[in-house]
């Protein structure tokens, strides 16, 4: 098992769909490995695979389901995703801020839908579903947008989206090439 760079917001990768996952074989399996020892270096919540720059359509996760009164960590693999109807509201600056390991150090308020139901296939090929709200749909909707190339940065109101804008030129976020590796470079969240 290795630790990945995570990959920062203007690398390509992080801005196109990624490809479906047809080989179930050992570079998977390692790949998966990898992803999930990253994803606990980082002390993150999520981590798709286009976040260490492989444009495949996966996500791994290790976060409290605080609904279901349980912690969650697993994978998804080509994964479908169901939502319920995002609200019209503005997003509450405290209760519904997003971070992403991609976006070091920043976060911002972004409404979510509160419920979400995901399809797909395990590290094995099995198929598996998974229904969440509140803060873990909210992990799931935010992996799930990965694989289609957003981030939530991208999502965010015309409010948010300019503090989000100058925040990008002041750090440099959108040029490729860079990325921080957890448990070497300082966590850019402060855990």
């Known amino acids: 098992m290795a630790i990945h760079p995570i990959v920062i917001y203007g690398e390509p990768v992080l801005h196109q769909r990624a490809e479906k996952i047809t080989d179930f074989d050992e570079e998977l399996a390692t790949l998966i490995a990898d992803m999930h020892e990253t994803l606990d270096a980082s002390n993150g919540v999520g981590l798709a695979a286009p976040q260490i720059g492989v444009g495949k359509r996966i996500f791994v996760f290790n976060a409290e389901d605080e609904e279901a009164g349980v912690r969650r960590r697993g994978t998804f693999i080509n994964p479908l995703l169901i939502a319920s109807k995002v609200p019209d509201t503005r997003p509450d600056p405290v209760e519904e801020t997003e971070g992403c390991l991609s976006v ?25 579903s998974l229904t969440a709200e509140g803060w873990f749909a909210r992990i799931m909707q935010h992996e799930y947008d990965h694989l289609q190339g957003t981030l939530y940065v991208d999502r965010l109101d015309k409010r948010w989206s300019k503090k989000w804008k100058k925040e990008q030129s002041a750090n440099g976020y959108n040029v490729p090439g860079q990325s921080w590796t957890p448990g070497i470079d300082p966590d850019p969240f402060g855990h």
């Open 104 to 128: 070091p150090s920043l976060d911002f308020p972004l409404k979510r839908a509160d419920r979400v139901t995901v399809n797909g296939l395990d590290e094995t090929g099995q198929s598996v």
